[in-house]
């Protein structure tokens, strides 16, 4: 008995040492990180950049121009020549919308995209006076639009007509002093699918989303599981969200691209996969 005691005696003691020990080490307060900095004036090459970057998805929570505009999908217009092309565009008969100038037709483009559908690109079914573009101001400030339009502007070889933030706007930590925020991550599917453009693309109708050039999602988790076999809906859903080329469902041509998994969440894309998944 009195063995048994020191056993547990002893076995206390090695267990305070353990507990108490790391108290006595110093202490390091974790700091929140500070604020980031609202940027002042911008050059025009800082605001050409940040154009730059909305039109490749780096920034911008609607996945980047190219997420449709890609001249090698073919599932909308070629940005190509901006200034040259807008301008045919205002003297074509079936233009209805009210731009004057380049400036203004780009950004009616975004802001108005059944202003002009381009002859071929209009959602099928509405002999083009439907557009499936994505209305852009739910993704972007105003001056992030006039920066899309500045970079249209001049990426081959024009002038910009807009004018870069003067640091009166509120950019929101944009340029010169670091890269912005990025966005807080989705708290529902719906906002994901708001925050990463899929209703360009896709149809679910309780995701809020109405997309005509890919296959509906509506009911996916009733089918997904009988794509590919040995593949559950969920584990189907992921791997064509991580890896689009996996496959491509028969009839749909191979235009989703790739780079969502680097650009999402893990939380975000778990999400989303149990939302669909359990779409029925």
């Not at 005696?9 to 974790?30: D, E, G, M, R, W």
């Not at 609607?62 to 565009?89: I, Q, S, W, Y």
């Not at 233009?95 to 209009?122: C, D, I, Q, W």
Request: with cysteine; net charge neutral; charged share 20%.
């Amino acid at each position: 008995m009195k063995n048994f005691l020191k056993v547990i005696i002893f076995s206390l003691l090695v267990l305070s040492a353990y507990t108490l020990f790391p108290n006595t080490l110093p202490q390091q307060k974790s700091e929140p990180p500070p604020l980031e900095e609202k940027v002042g004036a911008l050059t025009m090459e800082q605001f050409v950049a940040i154009g730059a970057d909305i039109y490749s998805g780096a920034r911008g929570g609607f996945g980047g121009c190219v997420l449709c505009h890609d001249p090698k999908l073919g599932r909308a217009p070629r940005l190509e020549n901006m200034p040259t092309v807008a301008e045919g565009r205002l003297k074509d008969a079936r233009y209805k919308g009210k731009a004057t100038n380049v400036e203004e037709y780009l950004r009616e483009s975004m802001l108005e995209p059944a202003a002009f559908v381009v002859a071929g690109f209009g959602v099928p079914g509405s002999n083009d006076t439907q557009s499936p573009m994505l209305v852009i101001s739910k993704y972007l400030k105003p001056w992030e639009i006039n920066a899309a339009i500045a970079y249209l502007q001049t990426k081959d070889g024009g002038e910009a007509t807009v004018t870069p933030p003067t640091g009166q706007e509120d950019t929101g930590g944009a340029a010169a002093g670091g890269a912005a925020a990025p966005p807080a991550p989705a708290k529902t599917p719906q906002e994901a699918f708001q925050k990463y453009g899929c209703g360009a693309c896709h149809k679910h109708e309780k995701g809020g989303i109405a997309g005509a050039i890919a296959p509906d999602l509506t009911h996916v988790g009733s089918i997904a599981g009988k794509r590919k076999p040995g593949l559950n809906a969920g584990d189907y859903i992921r791997e064509s969200i991580l890896v689009p080329t996996a496959f491509v469902v028969p009839g749909q041509p191979p235009i989703m691209p790739p780079g969502f998994g680097d650009k999402m969440t893990a939380s975000e894309i778990e999400m989303v996969v149990k939302f669909l998944a359990d779409s029925k």
